[in-house]
């Protein structure tokens, strides 16, 4: 069965930083484009980064490029969001995504397959 499962998420202070992981297993994910929604509190959800198949195209919400990262290592079947500067605005559930075409889609709708989330509390 495939899954992923988030983690990392927790407490950050306002400038600090967090990092999550996504771990994937039940199926190769490896020709998957993967990436990360969030959804804040009476927000729609937004898709915050993207990372290709290939590793060699990300996407990012212009807001927050500069201040996360997203990267993934296939032998370990993980996917990470470094996520530095940390705002009070960045307090939102994550979702870790997972895309069966393997290109970045900004789309959060386009993903076929969701984890459970992650909540991130940004405090000042």
């Known amino acids: 069965q495939e899954q992923l499962e988030e983690s990392g998420g927790g407490l950050g202070q306002a400038g600090g930083s967090l990092r999550l992981s996504c771990a994937h297993s039940?199926?190769?994910?490896?020709?998957?484009?993967m990436g990360w929604v969030r959804q804040a509190p009476g927000k729609e959800r937004e898709c915050v980064a993207a990372?290709?198949?290939?590793?060699?195209?990300?996407y990012y919400e212009p807001s927050l490029k500069g201040r996360f990262t997203i990267s993934r290592d296939k032998a370990k079947n993980t996917v990470y969001l470094q996520m530095d500067s940390l705002k009070l605005e960045d307090t939102a559930v994550y979702y870790c995504?997972?895309?069966?075409?393997?290109?970045?889609?900004?789309?959060?709708?386009?993903?076929?397959?969701w984890g459970r989330g992650t909540q991130v509390t940004v405090s000042s």
């Open positions: 995504i997972a895309g069966s075409k393997g290109a970045v889609e900004t789309r959060s709708t386009t993903y076929d397959y």
């Open positions: 039940g199926r190769t994910f490896g020709t998957y484009a």
């Open positions: 990372i290709d198949w290939t590793a060699t195209t990300t």
